[in-house]
């Protein structure tokens, strides 16, 4: 079996997304998750989806999904009402311009809340109405929701948490692997037992076990040979999708590296596109 590689054009979160794009296309990658982080990309202003809209027009790039807006006032799982239905309302826009751009699969983190000290059933509570609530928008969109795996630190990273946050979203609700989160988890075999056939989505990346460093693969202590064996079988069949690091180097030169060991530690001998 193999699988489908492409890259997330999130990886240097004030480099423009179009930029981003070029350098994707020129690696020869052709499949592409749009971030949204702050000075990339910003889904809720319509020049900006018209200016991908028409730069994917004239490329050979293929638009798979797109990570929901976190972080800072962004939070599924807010406590306060006002806020959280801000938050609600900020990713149905981005569900709407994945839509417009021929994606299928929006990434939403449940909440980034840290547990210690927290009251986890309060925010399990409402992140899982907002899941509810965005699971339901997408359909209307043909679109899935998966919800990615999250840091085993936070509100829904213990695989009891997350089959919970899973069970209570509903039916149509999906999965995200994030395969750095589940290695400092160490609860890789119990996501996927809790995953099934509902994992559409898979963020790769590597880290050395202490830090969530987003390394490419085969730069960190993540077990790839026991990645491949377990999506192999659940019969997976979605994208491997890389979420990196800004880096170092140009970027079609780690975008080409990255995805060159990730090939080879996931797939049978591939290629990638002819580079343009």
Known sequence: MSWRIGIASGTCTGHPILGALDAIEASGILGVEFGTPPHHFAPWEPGQVDAVATRLRDSLLIPVSMHAPFGGRLDLSDLDPHRLQDTVRTVQTTAEALARL?????????????RSG??????????????RTLTHSCKRLDLVLAIESP???????HPDEFAWLLQQAGPDARVCFDTGHLHLGG??????????????????????????????PGDGHVAWAEVRRSLQQINYA???????????????????????????????PAARSPTP
């Open 151 to 157: 840091l085993p630190h936070l509100i829904g990273g």
């Open 118 to 131: 927290a009251d986890v059933q309060a925010h399990l509570d409402r992140a899982a109405e907002s899941l």
């Open 238 to 268: 979605g994208w491997i999708m890389l979420e990196l690091k800004c880096p170092d180097e140009p970027l079609v030169s780690y975008y080409t590296r990255a995805w060159d060991q990730t090939n080879r530690l996931l797939n049978e």
């Open 102 to 114: 021929g994606g299928r699969v929006l990434v939403a983190h449940a909440t980034d809340v840290v």
């Open 187 to 216: 609860h890789w075999c119990r996501f996927v037992e809790i995953a099934g056939d509902r994992l559409v989505h898979v963020h790769a990346h590597d880290n050395r076990g202490q830090f969530d460093d987003h390394l490419p």
